[in-house]
């Protein structure tokens, strides 16, 4: 699998606008909506699959879905203006931001594909921890703000919690 990192990726005013829309939020109890997703990535890879990974407690995420098909949230603008422009794309797919929580040590989540067909991904990091997501070569792509790193999420790839930080937080991007 062939991937690109690309360190601070955007503009500083416009990454901390970002974190404090999202990151900040949570710590300063503002009402950024997510809903709770009850397994990550659970059966999509049949050859890693295990029932008593899957059901652990730590095997959850948070998502806030910004687009799919059609926007899906009040922050679309914001995210749309914010990344417009920083790389070709020629149709969105699926724009969500993750939240992976705090666990006591760092837990990987089952490898999936985001989609079946061909296609483009990225994911930027809104914050630094021990977390990353793991690429289907196995390379590790450390989280760090500021971050993105570009890839096909066709390919197997998987998540992981962090135990350095109250939470992982990721942007998302599928495209053509």
């Not at 990974?53 to 995420?61: A, D, S, T, V």
């Not at 203006?81 to 931001?97: G, T």
């Not at 590790?140 to 998540?159: G, L, M, Q, W």
């Amino acid at each position: 699998m062939s991937y690109k990192i690309v360190d601070n990726f955007l503009e500083k005013e416009a990454f901390e606008y970002l974190q404090n829309l999202i990151v900040s939020s949570n710590d300063n109890d503002k009402d950024f909506p997510w809903k709770i997703i009850t397994e990550v990535a659970s059966k999509s890879y049949e050859e890693s699959y295990n029932p008593k990974i899957e059901k652990q407690l730590w095997n959850w995420y948070a998502v806030h879905p910004i687009y799919n098909t059609l926007p899906e949230s009040p922050y679309f603008d914001d995210v749309l203006n914010i990344f417009q422009n920083k790389w070709s794309v020629k149709s969105l797919i699926r724009i969500k931001i993750n939240f992976y929580p705090y666990t006591t040590e760092v837990k990987e989540h089952a490898k999936h594909k985001d989609y079946e067909f061909s296609h483009y991904g990225a994911v930027f990091s809104l914050n630094t921890c021990d977390g990353f997501t793991r690429m289907s070569n196995g390379d590790k792509v450390d989280s760090v703000a500021n971050r993105i790193v570009f890839f096909d999420p066709s390919e197997y790839h998987n998540s992981s919690t962090t135990s350095n930080a109250k939470g992982r937080y990721n942007i998302n991007f599928n495209y053509f």
